[in-house]
C-alpha cells in the first residue's frame, strides 16, 4: 500500500511525525506537507504564482517534500507530479486541535484528505484534542489502530478519525457519530495595539448544546469520533423541490 501522509501544522510537525512512525507498518509512506503552519487554510490553493517544492530530512526519520503552499496543493502536488507510484491511500494529520463540528469546514487537514476524494483518492483526516501537552506518540497508536480497522476506504470518500484529550485518561470508547453543525460558543475579544488601530481576536468555548450524540458532543465527553464525510455538497432533497417550481 501507497501512503501520501499530509497535515496543515508543518512538515516538522510532531503529530506528522508520529503518524508516520505508524504508517510505515502497514505501507510504504510518502510525505508531501506544507513548509509552515497552515491551520485554518481551509480548502485553498494557489494558482497565482509557482509552488516552491523542497526535499527536506526530518530529523532523520524521514526525508520528504517540503511544499511552499497549502494542504490541499499538497495532496494535489503529490497526486499529478511528485508521486511516481499511484497512491492507494492519503492520511492528513494527525491536527493539532480537534476537527469536528463546523471547524470542518476551516481544517486544513480535512482539506487535504477531502482533496484526495476529488482525486478519487480514499482518504482519513486525523486529529487530537487540544491540550497543553499532546502525547502524540499514543495519539497515533489510537488513530491507526481505528484507521486499519476502516479499511479498505472506498475512493471518493473520507473518514475524519478525531482523539479526546489523553491526558484525562484512556478514551471511553469509540463513537461513529454525525458532524454538528450547531457552532462553538465564540467570540472576539477588543484590543489596540500600539498604533492606535482596533485588533479582534477571535477566542473559543465549549460547542452548543445538542439534543443528539455528535462529534463534538462525544469527544468532548472523552470518546474517539468517527464520522463519514461527503464531498459532495448537494442537498438532493431541496433539489427536487426546485425542479417542481416553474422557472
Known amino acids: 500500500m501507497h501512503i501520501l501522509l499530509t497535515n496543515d501544522d508543518g512538515i516538522f510537525a510532531p503529530g506528522l511525525i508520529a503518524a508516520y512512525k505508524q504508517l510505515v507498518n502497514i505501507g510504504d509512506v510518502t510525505v508531501v ?41 499538497c495532496v494535489k502536488l503529490a497526486a499529478m507530479q511528485l508521486c511516481s507510484k499511484p497512491i492507494d491511500l492519503v492520511v492528513a494529520g494527525i491536527n493539532y486541535g480537534a476537527n469536528v463540528g463546523i471547524n470542518i469546514y476551516y481544517s486544513g487537514t480535512v482539506a487535504a484528505a477531502m482533496e484526495a476524494a476529488f482525486l478519487n483518492i480514499p482518504s482519513a483526516a486525523v486529529s487530537a484534542a487540544l491540550e497543553e501537552n499532546v502525547n502524540f506518540t499514543n495519539v ?24 479526546p484529550r489523553l491526558g484525562l485518561g484512556k478514551p471511553k470508547g469509540t463513537k ?17 495595539n500600539q498604533k492606535g488601530q482596533t485588533l479582534f481576536q477571535l477566542a473559543g468555548g465549549i460547542h452548543r ?16 469520533t468517527i464520522t463519514s464525510l461527503s464531498p459532495g455538497m448537494t442537498d438532493m432533497k431541496k433539489n ?5 417550481i416553474k422557472w
Open 33 to 73: 506537507a506544507p513548509s509552515d503552519g497552515k491551520s485554518g487554510a481551509s480548502h485553498s490553493i494557489t494558482f497565482a504564482e509557482p509552488i516552491v517544492c523542497s526535499e527536506v530530512n526530518v530529523n532523520g526519520i524521514f526525508t520528504g517534500y517540503s511544499i511552499d503552499g497549502s494542504p490541499a496543493d
Open 140 to 163: 497515533a497508536e489510537y488513530a491507526i489502530n481505528i484507521l486499519k480497522k476502516a479499511l479498505p476506504i472506498e475512493p471518493c470518500k473520507v473518514i475524519n478519525i478525531n482523539i
Open 176 to 192: 461513529v457519530v454525525p458532524q454538528s453543525t450547531e457552532g462553538f460558543h465564540e467570540h472576539y475579544i477588543q484590543q489596540q
Open 209 to 224: 448544546d445538542q439534543d443528539i450524540d455528535t462529534d463534538t458532543v462525544a469527544i468532548a465527553d472523552g470518546y474517539i
Open 240 to 244: 427536487e423541490q426546485l425542479k417542481k
